[in-house]
C-alpha cells in the first residue's frame, strides 16, 4: 500500500469514526438525568487515566495524582466552555484521549522526568494550541454556542427551522458543577493580627 492509498483509507476512517461520534452526541443529551450523566463522566474519566498513563506502584499515591489529574482534565473542559464550544458525549471524549495520548507517548518512552508539572503544562495548552481543530469539531456536531445562537436567531424569525431545545451538554454540566462546587466552599476567615501596644518595647532596629 502507498502512501497516498494510506492517507486515503486513513481519512475514510476518520470519517467513520466523526460519524459514530456525531450519532453518540445526539443520542446521549436525551433521557438522562444529569447527575448520572457526571457520574458516568467521573467513573469513564478516572478509568481512562487509569488505562491510559503510567502511574506510582504505590495505590494510594497513584490515586491521589488521578484525581489531580483529574481536576486539570475540568479545567480544561472550562476552557472549551468558556470559547463556546459545548462538546458532548463521545465528541468530548476524543479530545480526552487526544490531550492524553502525546503524555503517555512521552511517559512511556522516559522522556517525562516530573510528571505531574508535565502533565499540568500539556493540558492547558491543549484547547489553545488546537483551537481551529476543536473550534471545526464542534460546529459540524452542532456543539458551537455562536452557531446555536444564530440558528436560534433565525428560527424566531422565521428564516430557518425552529430550535428545538436540548439538554446541557456535559461540557456545561462539568462547568456548572465546578463553579457551584468552588461557590460552595466557605471562605477562609482572615488572620487577626494581634492588637497594637504602643506602650510595648520595641525590638532594635524597628
Known amino acids: 500500500m502507498n502512501a497516498i492509498e494510506q492517507y486515503l483509507e486513513a481519512r475514510e476512517d476518520r470519517a467513520a469514526a466523526d460519524a459514530e461520534a456525531d450519532d453518540n452526541w445526539m443520542r446521549e443529551r436525551h433521557g438522562i438525568d444529569p447527575v448520572e450523566r457526571l457520574q458516568r463522566w467521573d467513573t469513564?474519566?478516572?478509568?481512562?487515566?487509569?488505562?491510559t498513563l503510567v502511574w506510582p506502584s504505590d495505590k494510594a499515591a497513584a490515586s491521589r495524582l488521578q484525581c489531580q489529574c483529574a481536576h486539570e482534565m475540568t479545567a480544561m473542559v472550562r476552557q472549551l466552555r468558556g470559547r463556546g464550544w459545548l462538546l458532548d458525549g463521545d465528541a468530548l471524549a476524543q479530545h480526552i484521549r487526544l490531550c492524553l495520548k502525546p503524555i503517555a507517548e512521552q511517559q512511556r518512552a522516559g522522556k517525562v522526568?516530573?510528571?505531574?508539572?508535565?502533565f499540568r503544562a500539556s493540558i492547558r495548552r491543549y484547547v489553545g494550541a488546537n483551537a481551529e481543530e476543536i473550534q471545526l469539531h464542534a460546529r459540524r456536531t452542532g456543539a458551537d454556542e455562536g452557531a446555536q445562537s444564530m440558528s436560534?436567531?433565525?428560527?424566531?424569525?422565521?428564516?430557518g427551522p425552529a430550535a428545538t431545545r436540548k439538554g446541557e451538554s456535559l461540557t456545561e454540566l462539568i462547568t456548572r458543577r465546578a463553579a457551584e462546587t468552588v461557590a460552595a466552599k466557605p471562605l477562609r476567615r482572615p488572620i487577626k493580627k494581634p492588637a497594637c501596644n504602643p506602650d510595648a518595647p520595641r525590638l532594635p532596629g524597628l
Open 152 to 159: 436560534a436567531l433565525m428560527g424566531a424569525f422565521g428564516l
Open 113 to 118: 522526568a516530573d510528571f505531574y508539572p508535565y
Open 44 to 51: 469513564w474519566l478516572r478509568k481512562t487515566l487509569a488505562e
